[in-house]
């Protein structure tokens, strides 16, 4: 199966731009979607095919990349945004995700 | 709106059977997939398996043999079973609407322990 690599978690400032990053195994083209996830809820969409704003999310969260590395990036960070990052893949089978990244809010 | 909602028993003993159903409203079976995904507490969502919109079904090969999802279009219901269960199979089990592999709304999930 694909490995999805995040690094477990980041402490920003709000208003400050924050990169949280997602290496996969092997190559997904561009067929890679970013989650948030606050505490006690269900993951919602915000980045599909790796750099498309899905309808509703702020124009704050962005995304790039293909093939192997990929970013999601918050600029500026608000406080609301304290959540776990998730990124997920669905080129190759089974769809895999990756295991979060924490963001705190110093 | 798009909605799914999914049910079923929080505590199930080990080596039982799991059985979940999801039930969705705002979209129709028949044009979109539904997925299902758990996720054990802390950790990160684990794809399970796929009703697609035709009727067809796909799984992760790491549940296969002890998965089987179906669908009842009159009901606007999907549903999961997975048996012999055991203590890792513990988490919060969410059904999905999948589109072209991206989940775009998820249901509020359901807690599932397994415990004697």
């Known amino acids: 199966d694909t490995v999805l690599t995040q690094s477990p978690a980041l402490a920003v400032s709000p208003g400050e731009r924050v990169t949280i990053s997602c290496r996969a195994s092997?190559?997904?083209?561009?067929?890679m979607h970013w989650y948030q996830q606050k505490p006690g809820q269900q993951p919602t969409l915000l980045i599909y095919l790796a750099s498309n704003l899905e309808s509703g999310v702020p124009a704050r969260f962005s995304g790039s990349g293909s093939g192997t590395d990929f970013t999601l990036t918050i600029d500026p960070v608000e406080a609301d945004d304290t959540a776990t990052y998730y990124c997920?893949?669905?080129?190759?089978?089974?769809?895999?995700f990756g295991g979060g990244t924490k963001l705190e809010l110093k | 709106q798009v909605q799914l909602k999914e049910s079923g028993p929080g505590l199930v003993q080990p080596s039982e059977t799991l059985s979940l159903t999801c039930t969705v409203s705002?979209?129709?079976?028949?044009?979109?997939?539904v997925s299902w995904v758990r996720q054990p507490s802390g950790k990160g969502p684990e794809w399970m398996g796929r009703?697609?919109?035709?009727?067809?079904?796909a799984y992760n090969s790491a549940l296969k043999s002890r998965l089987s999802i179906s669908r009842d279009t009159s009901k606007n219901q999907v549903f999961l079973k997975m048996n012999s269960l055991q203590t890792d199979d513990t988490g919060t089990y969410y059904c999905?609407?999948?589109?072209?592999?991206?989940?775009?709304?998820w249901g509020q999930g359901v807690m599932v322990t397994v415990s004697s």
């Open positions: 705002g979209f129709s079976l028949t044009s979109y997939s």
């Open positions: 997920q893949q669905s080129w190759n089978d089974p769809p895999t």
């Open positions: 009703m697609w919109y035709d009727g067809d079904t």
């Open positions: 092997e190559s997904v083209s561009t067929l």
């Open positions: 999905t609407r999948d589109v072209r592999g991206r989940e775009d709304y």
